[in-house]
């Protein structure tokens, strides 16, 4: 998978997890959330099977490898929220890294991609693949983009 980032001057974009479809639960790139006071995961669906039980949680491990459920960040994926975006918050977690999980029900195909936006203090991710556009203006005049 990519590890796209983009640093703005008050956050961080980074792509963790590129589009894709299957049944198998998918783990996003890991946030280094050293110096970091927050992130935010966003992940977007494409048409959700029916009948699919589908849900997005976090995780976090000290070390990189060894991931834990947080309490409280599951957010249940209907099979009607097709083309939908879900977004979780976490401040200050207690371990250095954390991740996006999509868990999946292994027998219906749905298709996602997910972005982390963060404060940029600290590391961010280690390995950067590729990298997003962005533009930033401010109060620009009227005439042609």
């Known amino acids: 998978m990519a590890k796209v980032e983009s640093?703005?001057?008050?956050?961080?974009?980074?792509?963790?997890?590129?589009?894709?479809?299957?049944?198998?639960?998918?783990?996003?790139?890991?946030?280094?959330?050293?110096?970091?006071?927050?992130?935010?995961?966003?992940?977007?669906?494409?048409?959700?099977?029916?009948?699919?039980?589908?849900?997005?949680?976090?995780?976090?491990?000290?070390?990189?490898?060894?991931?834990?459920?947080?309490?409280?960040?599951?957010?249940?994926?209907?099979?009607?929220?097709?083309n939908q975006s879900f977004a979780i918050a976490l401040y200050r977690p207690s371990d250095r890294y954390v991740r996006l999980?999509?868990?999946?029900?292994?027998?219906n195909a749905t298709a996602e991609t997910a972005f982390a936006i963060s404060d940029p203090a600290g590391v961010g991710l280690a390995s950067i693949t590729d990298e997003i556009t962005v533009e930033m203006h401010y109060s620009p005049a009227e005439g042609t983009a």
């Open 101 to 107: 999980v999509v868990d999946k029900d292994a027998a």
């Open 7 to 82: 640093r703005m001057e008050n956050f961080l974009i980074s792509d963790v997890l590129d589009y894709a479809s299957g049944t198998a639960d998918r783990n996003s790139a890991s946030v280094d959330m050293a110096g970091k006071e927050w992130v935010l995961f966003i992940a977007k669906f494409a048409t959700v099977a029916a009948g699919a039980v589908t849900s997005v949680k976090l995780q976090q491990s000290a070390d990189d490898s060894s991931f834990a459920d947080l309490a409280g960040t599951g957010i249940t994926v209907a099979a009607d929220d097709d």
